[in-house]
């Protein structure tokens, strides 16, 4: 069993560094909106493009509610998995053993005792630590429990396709979505002893379907089954008005529509983009997007990224060492200094807000499983960049002159993080 865990562990640790060889050497799609629309982001005419584009569908009627720190997050969600009545569907790239997920497996558990139809789908690789042993209770009260692409030869060819997503989906009816997984350092113990910093969105309204529906894709890959009925579709009215586009991505051709999502959010932009991305390595032709919102249209660009509170030390050096060429054009980043910061979120002039498992890097934008809610809502977009503009109270922000003179230290950061572990 040891040598097994060295095994699959060796195997997690080339998928990260194939995924950071090819941010930096891989092949550049060279994605560019040759013909950017004559119209606001907010029009009619942009929301139908981006609509087609993406393969999704604006749908109105959402509420949402932002949920800051795990503190929040974890408590909302294991409230309403308590008052599930028929389903409750997670899909989860992180699953790891620890306080909070004891309570997430008999919150679960407790559920499926009662008739309530429980689905898990877990990555492997990102669940790596948490054996199935560890859902006993969860499974032998009826629970179903899936991995998603775990080492078995007829998979080894997707191997390097994992679900990233973060999902929950209970009756049909309310869903939650984000950047966090279930593990303890989101409550207590992260980089250094601090607890990470995060963001999680409930939702209720028409989107919850769509958001089953994302669900529902990888659990016929996994279980061979096509979920159907009200107990899984059921979406009542709402007096809200919140527009939202679900945006499923998965590999397709070197392209996914994730990417889609934000190059054409950027490369529309006419006010301000704010990102805040925990893994930051963006490939030429979106560093392109960026640097031309910036120069030729004078956007204000900010970006968001860990400081040395971080949990992937070889990803943050590969990271700093494409802060030069965004400096020298006007684009201000920041590195948060409390704790990690693990919040992925795109705000686009004042009334778009993109939250969902995608980093800005390779991974999630060409091999990865991800989703994210696109909203086109001034008031949720102002309530995340309130969280945002607190962060940035928070983080100290690197100019060029910094990133010049400190660059030979960085190299040497770089090259001892590659002796580090990297989950």
Same mark, same amino acid.
């Given at each position: 069993?040891?040598?097994?865990?060295?095994?699959?562990?060796?195997?997690?640790?080339?998928?990260?560094?194939?995924?950071?060889?090819?941010?930096?050497?891989?092949?550049?799609?060279?994605?560019?909106?040759?013909?950017?629309?004559?119209?606001?982001?907010?029009?009619?005419?942009?929301?139908?493009?981006?609509?087609?584009?993406?393969?999704?569908?604006?749908?109105?009627?959402?509420?949402?509610?932002?949920?800051?720190?795990?503190?929040?997050?974890?408590?909302?969600?294991?409230?309403?998995?308590?008052?599930?009545?028929?389903?409750?569907?997670?899909?989860?790239?992180?699953?790891?053993?620890?306080?909070?997920?004891?309570?997430?497996?008999?919150?679960?558990?407790?559920?499926?005792?009662?008739?309530?139809?429980?689905?898990?789908?877990?990555?492997?690789?990102?669940?790596?630590?948490?054996?199935?042993?560890?859902?006993?209770?969860?499974?032998?009260?009826?629970?179903?429990?899936?991995?998603?692409?775990?080492? &078995?030869?007829?998979?080894?060819?997707?191997?390097?396709?994992?679900?990233?997503?973060?999902?929950?989906?209970?009756?049909?009816?309310?869903?939650?979505?984000?950047?966090?997984?279930?593990?303890?350092?989101?409550?207590?113990?992260?980089?250094?002893?601090? &607890?990470?910093?995060?963001?999680?969105?409930?939702?209720?309204?028409?989107?919850?379907?769509?958001?089953?529906?994302?669900?529902?894709?990888?659990?016929?890959?996994?279980?061979?089954?096509?979920?159907?009925?009200?107990?899984?579709?059921?979406?009542?009215?709402?007096?809200?008005?919140?527009?939202?586009?679900?945006?499923?991505?998965?590999?397709?051709?070197?392209?996914?529509?994730?990417?889609?999502?934000?190059?054409?959010?950027?490369?529309?932009?006419?006010?301000?983009?704010?990102?805040?991305?925990?893994?930051?390595?963006?490939?030429?032709?979106?560093?392109?997007?960026?640097?031309?919102?910036?120069?030729?249209?004078?956007?204000?660009?900010?970006?968001?990224?860990?400081?040395?509170?971080?949990?992937?030390?070889?990803?943050?050096?590969?990271?700093?060492?494409?802060?030069?060429?965004?400096?020298?054009?006007?684009?201000?980043?920041?590195?948060?200094?409390?704790?990690?910061?693990?919040?992925?979120?795109?705000?686009?002039?004042?009334?778009?807000?993109?939250?969902?498992?995608?980093?800005?890097?390779?991974?999630?934008?060409?091999?990865?499983?991800?989703?994210?809610?696109?909203?086109?809502?001034?008031?949720?977009?102002?309530?995340?960049a309130q969280d945002f503009e607190r962060d940035l109270a928070q983080s100290k922000e690197i100019t060029y002159e910094d990133w010049r003179t400190k660059r030979r230290f960085r190299m040497a950061d770089r090259l001892l993080s590659l002796l580090e572990r990297q989950e």
């Amino acid at each position: 069993m040891h040598t097994a865990l060295i095994v699959i562990g060796s195997i997690a640790i080339a998928l990260q560094a194939l995924s950071l060889y090819r941010a930096f050497f891989g092949p550049d799609l060279g994605y560019s909106v040759k013909t950017r629309p004559d119209v606001a982001v907010d029009s009619p005419e942009f929301c139908s493009l981006l609509a087609f584009l993406t393969e999704a569908k604006l749908l109105e009627g959402n509420r949402i509610e932002v949920l800051t720190n795990g503190p929040c997050f974890y408590e909302a969600e294991l409230c309403a998995i308590a008052q599930a009545r028929r389903s409750i569907n997670l899909e989860a790239y992180i699953f790891h053993r620890g306080d909070v997920s004891r309570r997430f497996v008999k919150t679960l558990a407790e559920r499926a005792r009662a008739g309530v139809q429980v689905r898990l789908t877990l990555d492997y690789i990102g669940c790596l630590s948490t054996p199935r042993s560890y859902l006993k209770e969860l499974t032998g009260a009826g629970g179903q429990l899936r991995w998603y692409h775990p080492p &078995r030869p007829d998979l080894l060819p997707d191997l390097n396709n994992r679900t990233h997503r973060e999902l929950i989906v209970i009756d049909g009816q309310t869903a939650f979505i984000g950047g966090a997984g279930i593990a303890d350092w989101w409550m207590r113990d992260g980089v250094k002893g601090r &607890r990470w910093r995060d963001m999680i969105l409930r939702v209720e309204g028409p989107s919850v379907a769509a958001l089953q529906a994302v669900f529902a894709q990888n659990w016929l890959r996994v279980a061979g089954e096509i979920l159907t009925g009200d107990e899984y579709f059921d979406v009542p009215g709402s007096a809200d008005s919140t527009p939202a586009l679900v945006v499923g991505s998965t590999p397709a051709a070197g392209a996914t529509q994730a990417r889609i999502l934000f190059q054409l959010l950027i490369s529309c932009a006419r006010k301000c983009v704010y990102i805040s991305s925990p893994y930051f390595l963006p490939d030429g032709s979106a560093r392109r997007a960026i640097i031309q919102a910036a120069r030729e249209r004078n956007v204000e660009v900010r970006i968001l990224t860990p400081g040395d509170n971080n949990d992937q030390r070889l990803t943050r050096a590969s990271s700093r060492e494409l802060y030069g060429s965004l400096l020298k054009h006007g684009i201000r980043i920041y590195e948060y200094q409390p704790s990690m910061n693990h919040t992925k979120a795109l705000m686009v002039d004042d009334c778009w807000v993109v939250v969902g498992s995608t980093n800005f890097d390779y991974r999630s934008f060409v091999i990865n499983d991800e989703v994210n809610l696109a909203l086109l809502d001034p008031g949720t977009t102002r309530r995340v960049a309130q969280d945002f503009e607190r962060d940035l109270a928070q983080s100290k922000e690197i100019t060029y002159e910094d990133w010049r003179t400190k660059r030979r230290f960085r190299m040497a950061d770089r090259l001892l993080s590659l002796l580090e572990r990297q989950e």
